[in-house]
């Protein structure tokens, strides 16, 4: 199984509102990611975490605050966005980040509008 | 850092016709992917590829890492094989796991 979910598919915010994001995968990969897509672009970095730890920050705004509170679950805690983070966010699993085998698995993915 | 291109930008086809979507890298890599974004957004995997030939039904795809380009070749294609295809590599050494993408090649086609 090399699935890799996210909930919702689809969310609706206002600039004051405070929303989460979720990823779950269950294939015992070790390193998780977010990126974002805004339309007609390719998906951007925003964090890495291996082995449920931050590795990397693409300098990404506060306002995106990542948790990894254990190795399959994936939040992205929203507060306080701004129209211009209306993008498909995407959560993606590999079995290793620094090594080994990288091949990397996405979610279908959260379209986020924000209002 | 590295730099991924993807040609051509735009491809039309009828169904039924055959394609060649190129990816070309500037530095060496430890990882290349080939993915399909369907049109409600979902990145399918098609390929991991960091070197040598792979097929899988109608897609076959070659990359040849020490001329730092990998190949994807569609045949008979499908109305269902309408999307954008991103190649995306992994510097090496010294990645974390970061994906570099290129900007993809947006396949319509045609019944």
Known sequence: DTEVTQTP???VMGMTNKKSLKCEQHMGHRAMYWYK???KKPPELMFVYSYEKLSINESVPSRFSPE???SSLLNL????LQPEDSALYLCASSPTAGGGTYEQY???GTRLTVT | GIQVEQSPPDLILQEGANSTLRCNFSDSVNNLQWFHQNPWGQLINLFYIPSGTKQN???SATTVATERYSLLYISSSQTTDSGVYFCAVLEWPGSQGNLIFGKGTKLSVKP
């Not at chain 1, 805690?77 to 306080?80: G, V």
């Open chain 1, 77 to 80: 805690h929203l507060h306080a």
């Open chain 1, 37 to 39: 897509q805004k339309a």
């Open chain 1, 106 to 108: 996405f979610g279908p």
């Open chain 1, 68 to 70: 990894c509170p254990n």
């Open chain 2, 57 to 59: 039904g109608r897609l």
């Open chain 1, 9 to 11: 598919k689809h969310l």
